[in-house]
């Protein structure tokens, strides 16, 4: 093997449980892990990227991953770590996020070529939509008892008399369906390895343990910590929703903000777990981060490495561009790069108000853009005052009084960006 998976995985915080045996198969021989994804959504966000990095690490090390996208699982919900059932997609929407998620992992995890560890794709739905009930609860049933199932901490959970609600039969069941697709991959893909986070646990377990009852067959498990915020909030969660794999759901300057604003605490953590950095090389990292922390090293390099993994080179650069833009010494030209929606990712929630398209057309004096046509300064004496101080830019260009607005000044033809000073931003907005 071209080196150790669970070695790597024990440094970088990455393994919570491991059943006995697993480290020694790994090293035997090349062998087949899967891990599952839930299509409740058409992309991924961040919360799935540990389990990606999971599959990533896996596939470099010389092994051979599945990625499989629960379309049967899906129609029923796990109910692992949750207090109450979830609501159930239609099959039309199923197939839409199936397709979704598979394009997103794609970019990850290497699907093409031909050699024997390239990863592969499976649906859970091509094999169990013409199972019947009678033979799953006859073939498979019978192999695990109640009581076995019971013991579950998912199912224990919600079965205690706190519990908000109880648990219905088609969740109970999910530990058996989920078994089966392992039984399924083990029979027909040579799959020994189920991998997922540590609530997953219970479930992974029940396949291996329905794979020795029903086949007399070995199979192993491994799961990774579930990633936590040191302030206590949720990893993968801004105020504005979830953080997405997908640029069209969060823009590359907004994900690589997120981790960029991340807690020195978080960012030595997210080091470790979402970058292919060696591990002198984390190392070194997180001693010259503790030797100026203001400079946000730790964070910088993490929010680089996982922005250029997630959505490229170039998307990195702009972003990092974009990051400049507030806080560094950008040009107009550097705003003039920015697309709409990351020219409006970085001056969100500065204030803002509209002029008329006719007016940038006939020429606005600067002036009177900076208090009557915006109310961005108080008054035209405030505004003369300003400009004689030389601390009114334009477009990150300074101006005098005789200066005036035209609509060569418009960033994608529609915006112009007042500043007063080094941090105080108004943004005019043109409309027909």
Not at 365 to 385: C, H, M, Q, T
Request: glycine share 8%; net charge negative.
């Amino acid at each position: 093997m071209a080196n150790n998976f669970v070695e790597e995985l024990q440094w970088r915080g990455l393994i919570h449980d491991i059943m006995p045996g697993t480290e020694e198969q790994l090293q035997k021989e090349m062998t087949t892990a899967y891990i599952g994804f839930d299509p409740t959504a058409d992309t991924l966000h961040i919360g799935s990227l540990v389990q990606i990095m999971l599959l990533m690490h896996f596939q470099r090390a010389g092994h051979k991953p599945i990625a499989l996208v629960g379309g049967a699982t899906g129609m029923i919900g796990d109910p692992s770590g949750k207090s109450a059932e979830r609501n159930l997609l239609d099959e039309e929407t199923l197939a839409k996020n199936i397709t979704g998620v598979k394009r997103t992992l794609e970019r990850f995890i290497d699907f093409s070529g031909n050699q024997n560890n390239r990863a592969e794709l499976v649906n859970n739905y091509d094999w169990m939509k013409n199972l019947s009930f009678l033979d799953f609860a006859r073939d498979i049933g019978k192999h695990i008892t109640v009581n076995y199932m019971m013991s579950k901490d998912s199912v224990k959970n919600r079965l205690n008399p706190d519990a908000k609600e109880g648990m219905s039969f088609t969740e109970f069941t999910y530990q058996l369906v989920q078994g089966y697709d392992f039984l399924h991959l083990y029979e027909h893909k040579n799959c020994k390895l189920q991998i997922g986070g540590s609530d997953q646990w219970g479930n992974i377990t029940t396949g291996t343990e329905l794979i020795r009852r029903k086949l007399q067959g070995k199979a192993f498990a491994l799961t990774s910590p579930l990633v936590t915020k040191a302030d206590g909030t949720k990893f993968g969660k801004t105020e504005g929703g979830n953080v997405w794999l997908d640029a069209s759901r969060t823009s590359p300057y907004k994900f690589y903000q997120y981790w960029v604003n991340a807690s020195d605490e978080d960012a030595e953590k997210y080091i470790k777990i979402f970058t292919f950095l060696d591990k002198s090389t984390v190392e070194k990292l997180i001693e010259e981060h503790k030797e100026a922390p203001h400079l946000r090293i730790l964070q910088k390099k993490v929010g680089e490495e996982v922005t250029r993994m997630t959505h490229g080179e170039q998307a990195l650069e702009n972003a990092i561009m974009a990051s400049s833009i507030l806080f560094g010494n950008s040009t107009a030209s550097d705003l003039r790069k920015l697309d709409e929606q990351t020219f409006l990712d970085v001056f969100e929630g500065v204030p803002q108000a509209e002029i008329s398209k006719l007016d940038i057309e006939e020429g606005i004096d600067i002036v009177d853009a900076l208090n009557e046509k915006s109310g961005f300064l108080k008054s035209n004496g405030e505004a003369r005052r300003a400009l004689k101080e030389n601390s009114i830019s334009v477009n990150k260009e300074k101006v005098k009084e005789e200066f005036r607005l035209s609509k060569n000044d418009l960033i994608d033809n529609q915006f112009v960006l007042l500043q007063r000073g080094k941090r105080n931003y108004f943004l005019l907005r043109v409309v027909s």
